[in-house]
């Protein structure tokens, strides 16, 4: 790849570029090629995600998109492995419902949302490198295979704006989670250009894929200030090193909770032992990295620690 030809990745665009609206053709893309529905983003929410600080611990961008239903959008990534990732996901989707609703206002007025979670560390052990979740409903004694609306039937228990609706998952959060590690695929649809991009930053020069042909021009590197890209090779130094630090210390991290654990005799001694194992390395972790010259918000999200929590060690 020739210098001219190089594009910053995406956890770092979407840190430093994508929030502002005027390059909101890139993020529109991805979403599209996803939900598999043209939109046009409206609205960029500010929220503890968006926050552009150095600090950040998660790079995470909310959106108000139009589609025909007027819907909204997360797009989280994340570079290192966290506990709790369902729990975590759950929560961004619960509090971005939350947040559109008023004290006293109907139910009506919340918008289904999508959560796109782009993984750059290994998840699971599926062969997939893409995956999508949904909410259904089963009978349990009928074997139905889905609830649905009749909303002739049903029209004076039912709202106006839940009219609209005739099936549960028209209402309820979707899931994305696409898992860069595992792509190892020769980029032919346009999920896999996607894909390609996110993985190795490669975008191909006739890409007629949503977003990339609007990436090609807003994420070339050599485009770039001077001082932007001295920022943006800090950054990747900083994620490269922090990786293989992550790989050593979590297994050192894995050892010292396990001998924790032996010393208990009881099963909630060992439990307690290994939490306080984890915990314990996690802090002597966490003081390497820093002694390493790792910047804060790199460590907290290899760590979990709050950058509160790092700064005063």
Same mark, same amino acid.
């Given at each position: ?128 490198? *893409? ?8 009978g349990i004694t009928k074997k139905d295979s889905v609830l649905r609306y009749n909303n002739d039937k049903e029209e004076r228990y039912i709202s106006e ?44 020069d006739d890409t007629t894929t949503p977003g990339l042909q609007a990436a090609r021009k ?23 090193? *922090? ?37 314990? *390395? ?17 460590? *907290? ?13």
């Amino acid at each position: 790849m020739t210098e001219n030809s190089r594009y910053v990745r995406f956890d770092w665009a979407i840190k430093r570029i994508l929030r502002d609206k005027a390059n909101k053709e890139v993020l529109e893309g991805l979403i599209t090629v996803l939900l598999n529905e043209p939109l046009t983003i409206t609205e960029i929410l500010e929220s503890e995600g968006n926050q552009d600080a150095r600090e950040d611990k998660t790079n995470r961008v909310d959106v108000k998109a139009k589609t025909s239903k007027g819907e909204y959008v997360i797009v989280e990534v994340q570079l290192t492995k966290e506990r709790d990732f369902f729990q975590r996901i759950l929560f961004g989707t619960a509090k971005s419902i939350t947040d559109q609703i008023g004290i006293g206002q109907d139910y009506g007025v919340i918008k289904k949302i999508y959560s796109i979670n782009i993984l750059y560390f290994d998840f699971g052990y599926g062969d997939d490198y *893409a995956y999508h979740g949904v909410t259904t409903f089963h009978g349990i004694t009928k074997k139905d295979s889905v609830l649905r609306y009749n909303n002739d039937k049903e029209e004076r228990y039912i709202s106006e704006s839940t009219k609209r609706i005739t099936h549960p998952g028209e209402v309820f959060p979707e899931y994305f989670l696409l898992l860069v590690n595992h792509f190892n695929e020769v980029a032919k649809t346009p999920i896999e250009e996607w894909m390609e991009y996110l993985k190795d930053a490669v975008i191909r020069d006739d890409t007629t894929t949503p977003g990339l042909q609007a990436a090609r021009k807003k994420l070339a590197y050599m485009s770039m200030t001077e001082k932007e890209r001295r920022a943006y090779q800090d950054y990747m130094i900083s994620v490269h090193a *922090a990786r293989d630090a992550w790989e050593t210390l979590r297994d050192e991290g894995r050892a010292q909770g396990r001998e924790e654990g032996r010393e208990e005799g009881r099963a909630q001694g060992r439990e307690e032992g290994r939490a306080q194992g984890r915990a314990e *390395a996690n802090l002597d972790h966490a003081r390497k990295m820093k002694a390493m010259g790792l910047p804060e918000d790199v460590i *907290a999200q290899v760590t979990g620690l709050t950058v509160d929590e790092i700064h005063s060690l």
